[in-house]
Every structure is written in C-alpha cells, then in structure tokens.
C-alpha cells in the first residue's frame, strides 16, 4: 500500500520569498498542509535539493512546492494564490502577511 502525497515546499533559508510564503502559511493556519525542506547556501541538503529540483524544472528557485509527484509550482504569490484559493482564505485580511509585503510604515493616502 502507497502511502498518500504530501506536498513538499522548499525553502531557502534568508531568502525573502521563502519567508513571505512561510507567513502566509502559518498565518493562515495551513504550514501543516506540506512538508518543509529547508536548506541554507553551502549546507549538506543544498546540493540535494536543487539536484533533485534540477532533474525537472528548467530553472532551479525558491520557494518552490512540489504539489503532487513531479508536479510543481515556483514564485512564492503563485503558491500564496494556489493554497488561499484552495482553503478559502482572504489574503488582504492576513495582518502579518501585509506587514511584511508592504512594509512597516503606515500607508501614505492617494
């Protein structure tokens, strides 16, 4: 018996879109839906992991999420649109998510 696909995301550690897509994950309660990998420069899972991404993405980034068995998606928004459409969530309502994206100033009025 095969044991069912879990998602698998790969994460760069200092990497900005890794973290803005980890945020959104934990604020939006869905960081148990995928298995982390993370990975910093020169670490012994580096080569690993972007040999293994290598073998079947034309260009190697992070964050990168393997949705089902060969099956992946790159570009942290990407991930961020798929999983908030998936679970219904409301990505302008995620405080911390903004916070991140927009900075920490207030915004300036029009």
Do not use: N
């Not at 200092?14 to 910093?40: H, S």
């Not at 089902?68 to 649109?81: K, T």
């Amino acid at each position: 018996m095969s044991a069912e696909f879990r998602p698998v995301l790969y994460l760069k550690d200092k990497c900005p879109w890794c973290l803005k897509l980890r945020l959104f994950l934990l604020e939006a309660g869905l960081a148990d839906l995928v298995e982390e990998r993370f990975f910093a420069a020169g670490d012994e899972a580096e080569a690993g992991i972007r040999a293994y991404l290598g073998a079947h993405l034309e260009k190697v980034t992070f964050p990168t999420v393997e949705l089902a068995p060969q099956q992946f998606l790159q570009d942290s928004q990407a991930i961020i649109d798929h999983y908030a459409a998936q679970a219904g969530v409301d990505v302008a309502s995620l405080k911390v998510l903004d916070q991140y994206v927009r900075g920490p100033a207030p915004p300036t009025p029009d």
